[in-house]
């Protein structure tokens, strides 16, 4: 079955430096989406994209925060000056059509900020 | 806005016991339900799913009934084996602006089941 995949696994960032965090959506899908889920706390919103722009953000996706499909396979996520509290479980996901279908998810990126 | 409630965790059960996770929601519209499910170490699974009132979603003998009326959507298995350990995540999915979907997650109930 296809998956959702995601690189690195595990990611150690001194505060204050850029991150891209990488995500492979399955290949036939159209509408991807970055979620974070902070150590012991609920799956959050950050970020919905389809037709190569943002169709809608959370109040968590400031400027620092940014996504970008670069090509045909890779959907993106750059922080630009890391801090402490981006420290979380980085998800992302995708789905073949809008509406209410089930989306496919990775494994996560976890993000430790030093 | 979209909310899910979900029971604190965590549930400790033995092997074969009946299990129950209670789920209700908030939305505006029809939104579509989901039980996803995080095993140790691991991403984000669907375990099933309910997109209209009445409908029950199964998986590997879990079930869920879309329960309009009590905006409920708890979970179900008969029996629990030891490899159902995991964090089970009720979850929502409802038009947002433009007309796409975001889901809205509940704060996880983690289920340990004891030999």
């Known amino acids: 079955e296809p998956e959702v995949t995601q690189t690195p696994s595990h990611q150690v960032t001194q505060m204050g430096q850029e991150v891209i965090l990488r995500c492979v959506p399955i290949?036939?899908?159209?509408?991807f989406y970055w979620y974070r889920q902070i150590l012991g706390q609920k799956v959050e919103f950050l970020v919905s994209?389809?037709?190569?722009?943002?169709?809608?953000k959370s109040e968590i996706f400031d400027d620092q925060f940014s996504v970008e499909r670069p090509d045909g396979s890779n959907f993106t996520l750059k922080i630009r000056s890391t801090k402490l509290e981006d420290s979380a479980m980085y998800f992302c996901?995708?789905?073949?059509?809008?509406?209410?279908?089930?989306?496919?998810f990775g494994d996560g990126t976890r993000l430790s900020i030093l | 806005g979209n909310s899910v409630t979900q029971m604190e965790g965590p549930v400790t059960l033995s092997e074969e016991a009946f299990l129950t996770i209670n789920c209700t929601y908030t939305?505006?519209?029809?939104?579509?339900l989901f039980w996803y499910v995080q095993y140790p170490g691991e991403g984000l699974q669907l375990l099933l799913k309910?997109?209209?009132?009445?409908d029950k979603g199964s998986n590997k003998g879990f079930e869920a009934t879309y329960r309009k009326e009590t905006t409920s959507f708890h979970l179900e298995k008969g029996s629990v084996q030891v490899s159902d350990s995991a964090v089970y995540f009720c979850?929502?999915?409802?038009?947002?602006?433009?007309?796409?979907?975001?889901?809205?997650f509940g704060t996880g109930t983690k289920l340990q089941v004891i030999p």
């Open positions: 996901a995708s789905t073949n059509r809008g509406g209410n279908q089930p989306q496919h």
């Open positions: 979850a929502l999915s409802g038009a947002s602006r433009g007309g796409y979907q975001k889901v809205t």
């Open positions: 309910a997109t209209k009132a009445d």
């Open positions: 939305a505006t519209g029809y939104p579509s």
């Open positions: 290949s036939n899908h159209l509408y």
């Open positions: 994209f389809y037709n190569n722009e943002i169709s809608e």
